[in-house]
């Protein structure tokens, strides 16, 4: 049975066409999705969240799949993604998250990272959740994937500043001084989410299984959806609708199609 409480009252995938899509993005176009500076998804340090999402990819590459973070003299902000970020940090493959105040590779920054698990550029499908207690401490985050807390390796350093930001919000990039994205995702994207609260294993194992419904309507169980994003290449669509009731939505750019997504058993 598919559980629904995922999404805000408003929130509904209509149309044959709208169901079970997914973005292509081409790292080499540096393709991405812009949200825009929304201060509903600008998390302060000491602030719970969530961040979800469904992915494929083959690429062994450092590739962000969603954050609002840029790159500057000090970076601050916040991403999740797969790949090696720096010497002390992250792997092939492996997923990974930064939360930072003036980010440099020894200071400023706590994170973690799945390294001690398998690699999931397998060109496979997999869902990937990251929650965050607010305790400033790489202690306080958690990886799920495919709905299964996985060992998630804290590391990084400390931060007493604010992580807050005027970066825009990206899906499958960030905001880069010397162009339009850096870091860009390689493969295909589908139903990003944010939440302002740590998700508990049972609502991690919720919106999992929501993946397949034809119906989005959510009957408010789990709460404190900040955004909701499942692409559609309905004709004429031209953003990719937040189908929270927050209504901020997309842009996409440079590369990035759309794709029909088989359903996960």
């Known amino acids: 049975m598919i559980d629904r409480h995922f999404l805000g009252p408003a929130a509904r995938a209509r149309s044959d066409a709208a169901k079970l899509q997914a973005m292509r993005l081409d790292s080499a176009a540096l393709a991405n999705v812009s949200i825009g500076n929304v201060p509903a998804l600008d998390f302060e340090r000491t602030d719970p969240f969530s961040i979800a999402a469904w992915f494929r990819t083959k690429d062994s590459s450092m590739q962000i799949i969603a954050g609002k973070s840029k790159t500057s003299l000090t970076d601050t902000g916040y991403f999740m993604a797969l790949g090696q970020y720096n010497p002390s940090f992250g792997a092939a493959g492996k997923?990974?998250?930064?939360?930072?105040?003036?980010?440099?590779?020894?200071?400023?920054?706590?994170g973690a990272d799945t390294s001690a698990g398998p690699a999931l550029n397998d060109n496979f499908w997999h869902h990937a959740v990251l929650t965050y207690d607010g305790s400033v401490s790489a202690s306080g985050f958690q990886f799920f994937v495919d709905a299964v807390a996985v060992t998630t390796t804290a590391t990084g350093y400390s931060i007493t500043g604010t992580t807050k930001n005027t970066a825009a919000f990206m899906i499958g990039g960030r905001i880069s001084l010397a162009g339009p994205a850096q870091l860009t995702f390689n493969g295909d994207l589908a139903d990003v989410a944010v939440y302002s609260k740590a998700l508990s294993a049972a609502e991690v194992s919720a919106i999992h299984?929501?993946?397949?419904?034809?119906?989005?309507?959510?009957?408010?169980?789990?709460?404190?959806?900040?955004?909701?994003?499942?692409?559609?290449?309905?004709?004429?669509?031209?953003?990719?609708?937040?189908?929270s009731s927050s209504g901020n939505d997309g842009t996409p750019t440079r590369g990035v199609s759309f794709i029909r997504r088989t359903p996960v058993k």
């Open 95 to 110: 997923l990974g998250f930064v939360l930072s105040d003036a980010y440099t590779d020894t200071s400023h920054w706590i």
């Open 209 to 243: 299984s929501v993946v397949n419904a034809p119906d989005l309507t959510d009957f408010g169980a789990i709460g404190n959806l900040r955004a909701f994003w499942r692409p559609s290449f309905r004709a004429g669509r031209t953003t990719i609708a937040d189908l």
